[in-house]
């Protein structure tokens, strides 16, 4: 199985800050990662696939980088409703994988 | 817009079968565009892929799970189902339904769309 580490495990920012959340896969997964964000209570929601690609709806202001073992989420401005759990996922090989959350605190 | 809803027992117990329904509406279950997929949760911790469901019925599934569980659709219905026997309280989790696309472009295994969870206790 293909691990994810995720770091920090959590962060305590401001509104208006510039977030930055890592992701290192265990082995080559190339460019086959998501990002989830998790508000409390509910569901994930699919941020980012591809390691890079907005999916529709998803503010400009999260921006996914990397490939190979090495991922970034940036989130530029944060706001408050950016207060959530963010989980990458690898989706490069089965089984199907996720980082262990990063928390963002406001 | 696809929606999925989950539903089931919120309370089995140890050693019996946990049985999930996933009810999908807004597209066929059939369609080409998607497979689905569980993904649970335990209480504060992190997501665990539990299996996918494909169109033509074939089904992978989480290694570490893959002796217990058994994940099948109805076409009929619009649902698709989880079995996970001989539940221990370590089963104790959100369970969620996912649509995972099957035609975009680098969107392969993700899971675009999620149903809300369902909680299910194991315990006597």
């Known amino acids: 199985d293909i691990q994810m580490t995720q770091s920090p495990s959590s962060v305590s920012v401001s509104v208006g800050d510039r977030v930055t959340i890592t992701c290192r896969a265990s082995?080559?997964?190339?460019?086959?990662l998501a990002w989830y964000q998790q508000k409390p209570g509910k569901a994930p929601t699919l941020l980012i696939y591809?390691?890079?690609s907005l999916q529709s709806g998803v503010p400009s202001r999260f921006r996914g980088s990397g490939s190979g073992t090495d991922f970034t989420l940036t989130i530029s401005s944060l706001q408050a409703e950016d207060l959530a759990t963010y989980y990458c996922?690898?989706?490069?090989?089965?089984?199907?994988?996720f980082g262990g959350g990063t928390k963002v605190e406001i | 817009q696809v929606q999925l809803q989950e539903s089931g027992p919120g309370l089995v117990k140890p050693s019996q079968t946990l049985s999930l329904t996933c009810t999908v509406s807004?597209?066929?279950?059939?369609?080409?565009?998607?497979?689905w997929s569980w993904i649970r949760q335990p209480a504060g911790k992190g997501l665990e892929w539990i299996g996918h469901?494909?169109?033509?019925?074939?089904?992978s599934y989480n290694p570490s799970l893959q002796s217990r569980v058994t994940v099948s659709v109805d076409t009929s219905k619009n649902q698709f189902y989880l079995d996970l026997t001989s539940v221990t309280a370590a089963d104790t989790a959100m369970y969620y339904c996912?649509?995972?696309?099957?035609?975009?472009?680098?969107?392969?295994?993700?899971?675009?769309?999620w149903g809300q969870g369902t909680m299910v206790t194991v315990s006597s």
């Open positions: 469901i494909y169109t033509r019925g074939s089904a």
């Open positions: 591809g390691a890079s």
């Open positions: 996922q690898q989706t490069n090989s089965l089984p199907l994988t």
């Open positions: 996912a649509s995972v696309p099957s035609a975009v472009a680098g969107k392969s295994d993700t899971f675009d769309i």
């Open positions: 082995q080559d997964v190339s460019s086959w």
């Open positions: 807004g597209d066929s279950i059939s369609s080409n565009s998607y497979y």
